[in-house]
Each structure stands twice: as C-alpha cells, then as structure tokens.
C-alpha cells in the first residue's frame, strides 16, 4: 500500500529526515514512534504530500505522491498533532467537508443530482458522527466541543475522504484513559475496515496494544522496525527512547 523510499528532507542544514524507507501492506497497523524531534511529523508531512521530498520517492498503491492534491485523489486523509478544525463550523459540516461534492455546474444550475448529493452527504455524515459517538453534537459548534471529541471529529473528517491509507498524528495526546481507551477501539474498527493506519504516538500502552509492527525513528533515521515484543526487547530502542518502565 505504501513505500517510503530513500526519503529525505532538509531545512539548511538541518537533516529532519535522513534515506528513510520502509513498506506498509494493505490492511496493516502500524506504529511511528522515537523521541521528540526525531522527525516523524515531517516524514507524516512528506507522505501527506505537505513538504516536498530533498530526495526519495513516496508511492501509494505504486502511484508516486507528488502533493498535498495528489495524496487525497490517491486515497490518504489525516489528523494533526495539533488538533485543525473549522472552528466556526458545526461538528457535521466539518465532516461534510471532507466529501465528495457536485462539480460547479452541476451546483450552479441547481441541476436534478444536486438535491440527491446533498441528502446523500449529510446522510453519511452523520453515520460517520455516529461510529465516532458524535451523532448528539451535530449542530454544535466544533469549537465548543471538548477536547477530546474534538480530536475524535478530525478522525471522522478524514475518514469523510473514505481514504485507503489514514495517517493519525498522535491521537491519543491531551486524553484522558478513559478516552484513550474509546480512541483504541476506534482505531480497531477503522481497521477492521479494511483500512491501512500509519500511527504517531507517544502513548506507548496504546501503542503497543494496537500495533501488529513498530518503526523507531531517531534524529531523522530509522534506528529499528518489527514486532513490538521485539521492539520493546531492543536495547538501543530503550536506551534512546523508551526507558526502562516499558522496557
């Protein structure tokens, strides 16, 4: 599903990802994880087609990402570190962003599919608002809404763009456990789906619960890649990142 290539990306001088590759199949759960600074929001931004590569190559299903454009028509959506919602918006047309819309004509000539197209949106927005447990706060405002639904909210708009690959971007920070706990079974049914998850976390419970295969990145480099009892059994691993309580 994905390859990551010889990927790499500089600032100046500044080597924040440095010949990274490695594949992801489809249907898999994988785990990004290493120490601050360490680059995996970059190489999330690289394989989202936000930054553009210094060098290496980046595929979808063998289709080279080229941009931000390319990345969602070739079926990746995503969540960010810090939480982006159309604040001003309702919870569901944050949602009803991330689908398919009529094409200009269609919209402009109040033509016979427009109706049906809108019913249909709003129809799936709210199913998804209602997987996600958000179905109540429909016409609240995004901004209004705790924390953690909000987190829960960018989840549903990316899974709006009905995407094969979902890159999620520490879910898990600022949730409390009981949350944290909703949010790992949330990730198991999107998987259960069928779809292909990249994961950026720091909650290692979480991540080790969830994750069939963990990559460690440190100063912009893969320092190991495996299961995560092998992962958690490996003595650079623990000494640069995870420490002796998870070790």
């Not at 958000?134 to 709006?160: K, M, N, S």
């Not at 998987?191 to 979480?206: S, Y």
Request: charged share 20%.
């Amino acid at each position: 599903m994905l390859t990551v290539a010889h990927a790499s990306k500089w600032f100046g001088g500044l080597h924040a990802v440095e010949n990274v590759s490695f594949t992801i199949e489809e249907g898999a759960l994988a785990a990004l994880i290493g120490p601050n600074g360490a680059g995996k929001t970059t190489l999330f931004n690289l394989i989202a087609g936000a930054l553009p590569l210094t060098s290496g190559c980046v595929y979808l299903a063998g289709r080279p990402i080229r941009n931000v454009q390319s990345a969602c028509a070739l079926g990746i959506g995503r969540t960010f570190q810090n939480v982006r919602l159309f604040r001003e918006m309702s919870v569901v047309d944050n949602v009803l962003v991330g689908l398919d819309h009529p094409n200009f004509w269609t919209a402009s000539l109040h033509l016979p599919g427009l109706l049906r197209a809108e019913r249909a949106n709003l129809k799936r927005a709210y199913f998804l608002l209602e997987e996600i447990g958000l179905e109540a706060l429909a016409t609240a405002r995004a901004g209004d809404i705790p924390f953690g639904q909000q987190r829960l909210l960018e989840i549903a708009r990316a899974l709006a763009l009905s995407p094969r690959l979902i890159l999620l971007d520490e879910p898990a920070a600022g949730l409390n456990r009981t949350e944290t706990t909703g949010l790992e079974a949330l990730i198991r049914r999107i998987r259960n789906r069928g779809i292909t998850i990249l994961l950026v976390e720091h909650d290692m419970q979480l991540v080790m619960n969830l994750a069939e295969r963990v990559i460690v990145l440190d100063n912009g480099e893969i320092l190991a890649d495996g299961p995560p009892a092998v992962i958690r059994a490996d003595p650079r691993v623990c000494a640069a990142y995870l420490g002796a309580g998870v070790c």
